[in-house]
């Protein structure tokens, strides 16, 4: 158990519907994180979100939407998404800018897109 | 721009042999190194963290090591078992930044 949770763990959708990933960490971190992982590519990052506030945005499709309401929750909501968008979707978090900073992952969301 | 690479990608041994992973970063500017493990469709879990002072940490069988200078760090993995098969990722972080490696596949055969 590394302390960060998320839900759920398989989600499968059609292009045309709407659904929430979510995720939260009980560490007391001040940042957190969405990745992407598709089959034979690197871990992408997508969003940061410090202190409750979007820092980073890697030029992420609009169909992806994040929400960050307080430090220890992480949502992404994601809405007419494409088959290429499947893709096994991990959440992070960690104390930002500490010397000692150490990412902690959730078990992730495998995500079907048909 | 920080790059991370890991090489092999893929390393198949037998039970019982130690083994090496590599990992190298281009730009020497990192608070620390973190090595993780992921099994199939899972999250990554983390193994060793190395601040950029330190040269090496360990845990149980696994050894991490440190050269800044050189931009290269491994993960030794003494006496492989066929339950360290996965894939073992390498990630250094700068400012709250993290750039991780493609991965090295590791499989150890009974």
């Known amino acids: 158990e590394t302390g960060v949770t998320q839900t759920p763990r398989h989600l499968v959708m059609g292009m045309t519907n709407k659904k929430s990933l979510k995720c939260e960490q009980h560490?007391?971190?001040?940042?957190m994180y969405w990745y992407k992982q598709s089959a034979k590519k690197p871990l992408e990052l997508m969003f940061v979100y410090s202190l409750e506030e979007r820092v980073e945005n890697n030029s992420v499709p609009s169909r992806f939407s994040p929400e960050c309401p307080n430090s220890s929750h992480l949502f992404l909501h994601l809405h007419t998404l494409q088959p290429e968008d499947s893709a096994l979707y991990l959440c992070?978090?960690?104390?930002?800018?500490?010397?000692?900073?150490?990412?902690?992952f959730g078990s992730g969301t495998q995500l079907s897109v048909l | 721009k920080q790059e991370v690479t890991q090489i092999p990608a893929a390393l198949s041994v037998p039970e019982g042999e130690n083994l090496v992973l590599n990992c190298s970063f281009t730009?020497?500017?990192?608070?620390?190194l973190q090595w993780f493990r992921q099994d199939p469709g899972k999250g990554l879990t983390s193994l060793l963290l190395i601040q950029s002072s330190q040269r090496e940490q360990t845990s149980g069988r696994l050894n991490a090591s440190l050269d800044k200078s050189s931009g290269r760090s491994t993960l030794y993995i003494a006496a492989s078992q066929p339950g360290d098969s996965a894939t073992y990722l390498c990630a250094v972080v700068y400012a709250g930044k993290s750039t991780f490696g493609d991965g090295t596949t590791l499989t150890v055969k009974p």
């Open positions: 560490l007391g971190h001040n940042a």
């Open positions: 992070a978090s960690s104390l930002r800018d500490s010397r000692n900073e150490k990412l902690f």
């Open positions: 730009d020497s500017a990192i608070y620390n």
